[in-house]
């Protein structure tokens, strides 16, 4: 017998009984409980008594380590502290892993329950419900009432869909959607032919990859122009292999090859599908060109709603100016509810905390230490977090 294909986690205020249904929602059927506040208890001891010794600030980065804990842990089910919520960190790891239930209940029922604990903010119920009330409501996937029967409410409410937690999905192109790297050496390779370099295609490709990197990085951090950066890269590459390049042929060479290129990353398409399925806005946002990305983009465009191309826009990726064009140009006031996919942690990630929206790290082949609000590993990952 099973309750719900995801993980639940229950937030809500001091005595709402998040504790208490997920034992008894666990009894019924089965799987593992995580509750961060016993288990903080466990490890450190009395929780009033912690207050007393560190001060809030000190528990709010346990409490913290153990919200992410049990976001990897495999429970069934998490209880957490009422004050979770202001972990931003904590809380976008829980809801990546499972579906969040905001438990609530009148404050007079909520202030019965906890009249004869110990709980350290208990005498400040009416301010901390009304400092922490749009936070529970800004994670919660379900809300149920547990001045009832809290076990059937919760059987009741997660039988229907989860809502979407954004509205809108600003995904990334290159190393996202298409495959940048074959499309480059594959140019390379053709450019180093058209142009007859005595060395071989593989060696042009490994000095490029080296070359493109480095000035990508000065573009986005707007060191040097578009037209700048075309001169640079083929000046470092000459360098690289100690040839004497010239700009404009090369150039020619390799963004007529590159406009040809039209391969999309395997499950793109169907990706794309999905999310508009489910009623999301999707646009790509990309550092491309207009020339490259009117050609490179066909495969994408009719699975999308718009594109935003960064030369055309006047402004790269990461700059907060970039994303503020793209939010006015769909008319998205609420930037709560868009959410940025993509794999550049330097133009996406950093475009995103540039701009006050959340992101999700496009990581194939594994990631390590991330600014993304959250990490997917694939496709269906991100699925599951919006």
Same mark, same amino acid.
């Given at each position: &017998?099973?309750?719900?294909?995801?993980?639940?986690?229950?937030?809500?205020? &001091?005595?709402?009984?998040?504790?208490?249904?997920? @034992?008894?929602?666990?009894?019924?059927?089965?799987?593992?409980?995580?509750?961060?506040?016993?288990?903080?208890?466990?490890?450190?001891?009395?929780?009033?008594?912690?207050?007393? *010794?560190?001060?809030?600030?000190?528990?709010?980065?346990?409490?913290?380590?153990?919200?992410?804990?049990?976001?990897?842990?495999?429970?069934?089910?998490?209880?957490?502290?009422?004050?979770?919520?202001?972990?931003?960190?904590? &809380?976008?790891?829980?809801?990546?892993?499972?579906?969040?239930?905001?438990?609530?209940?009148?404050?007079?029922?909520?202030?019965?329950?906890?009249?004869?604990?110990? +709980?350290?903010?208990?005498?400040?119920?009416?301010?901390?419900?009304?400092?922490?009330?749009?936070?529970?409501? /800004?994670? *919660? #996937?379900?809300?149920?009432?547990?001045?009832?029967?809290?076990?059937?409410?919760?059987?009741?409410?997660? /039988?229907?869909?989860?809502?979407?937690?954004?509205?809108?999905?600003?995904? =990334?192109?290159?190393?996202?959607?298409?495959?940048?790297?074959?499309?480059?050496?594959?140019?390379?390779?053709?450019?180093?032919?058209?142009?007859?370099?005595?060395?071989?295609? #593989?060696?042009?490709? %490994?000095?490029?990859?080296?070359?493109?990197?480095?000035?990508?990085?000065?573009?986005?951090?707007?060191?040097?122009? /578009?037209?700048?950066? #075309?001169? %640079?890269?083929?000046?470092?590459?000459?360098?690289?292999?100690?040839?004497?390049?010239?700009?404009? %042929?090369?150039?020619?060479?390799?963004?007529?090859?590159?406009?040809?290129? +039209?391969?999309?990353? %395997?499950?793109?398409?169907?990706?794309?599908?999905?999310?508009?399925?489910?009623?999301?806005?999707?646009?790509?946002?990309?550092?491309?060109?207009?020339?490259? *990305?009117?050609?490179?983009?066909?495969?994408?465009?009719?699975?999308? =709603?718009?594109?935003?191309?960064?030369?055309?826009?006047?402004?790269?990726?990461? =700059?907060?100016?970039?994303?503020?064009?793209?939010?006015?140009?769909?008319?998205?006031?609420? +930037?709560? @509810?868009?959410?940025?996919?993509? #794999?550049?942690?330097?133009?996406?990630?950093?475009?995103?905390?540039?701009?006050?929206?959340?992101?999700?790290?496009?990581?194939? /082949?594994?990631?390590?230490?991330? *600014?993304?609000?959250?990490?997917?590993?694939?496709?269906?990952?991100?699925?599951?977090?919006?």
């Amino acid at each position: &017998m099973q309750l719900h294909t995801k993980k639940l986690i229950f937030i809500g205020p &001091m005595g709402s009984g998040k504790s208490s249904l997920a @034992r008894r929602a666990s009894a019924k059927y089965g799987g593992d409980v995580f509750d961060t506040d016993r288990e903080f208890v466990r490890r450190y001891g009395p929780i009033n008594d912690f207050f007393a *010794a560190h001060g809030e600030a000190e528990f709010r980065k346990i409490e913290e380590k153990l919200l992410i804990e049990a976001a990897e842990s495999s429970a069934a089910f998490v209880s957490t502290g009422g004050g979770a919520v202001k972990s931003k960190r904590g &809380m976008y790891a829980l809801r990546a892993s499972g579906d969040v239930v905001y438990l609530t209940a009148p404050i007079d029922v909520l202030e019965a329950r906890i009249m004869r604990s110990d +709980r350290p903010l208990k005498n400040k119920l009416a301010d901390v419900m009304k400092e922490r009330a749009p936070l529970y409501e /800004k994670y *919660a #996937d379900y809300v149920i009432d547990t001045s009832v029967d809290s076990v059937a409410e919760l059987e009741a409410a997660v /039988k229907s869909k989860r809502k979407n937690r954004y509205d809108v999905v600003l995904c =990334d192109s290159d190393d996202t959607l298409l495959d940048f790297q074959k499309a480059r050496s594959h140019s390379i390779h053709r450019a180093a032919e058209i142009l007859k370099l005595p060395m071989s295609g #593989d060696d042009v490709d %490994e000095a490029y990859k080296k070359v493109v990197c480095a000035v990508w990085k000065r573009l986005e951090r707007g060191e040097i122009t /578009k037209e700048e950066m #075309d001169v %640079e890269r083929v000046k470092m590459l000459g360098e690289l292999l100690g040839l004497q390049l010239d700009v404009d %042929e090369f150039n020619r060479a390799y963004i007529g090859e590159m406009e040809k290129t +039209r391969f999309v990353r %395997e499950g793109a398409v169907e990706f794309l599908d999905s999310l508009r399925k489910r009623d999301l806005k999707v646009y790509i946002i990309t550092n491309s060109f207009t020339r490259l *990305a009117e050609k490179r983009l066909i495969p994408l465009r009719k699975h999308v =709603d718009g594109e935003f191309v960064s030369e055309k826009i006047g402004y790269y990726k990461p =700059d907060k100016r970039y994303f503020d064009e793209v939010l006015k140009a769909i008319g998205a006031s609420d +930037r709560s @509810r868009v959410v940025i996919f993509g #794999d550049g942690e330097t133009s996406d990630i950093m475009g995103g905390a540039n701009s006050g929206i959340d992101t999700c790290l496009y990581a194939p /082949k594994g990631g390590g230490v991330t *600014a993304a609000d959250y990490i997917a590993h694939d496709y269906s990952a991100f699925l599951d977090i919006v």
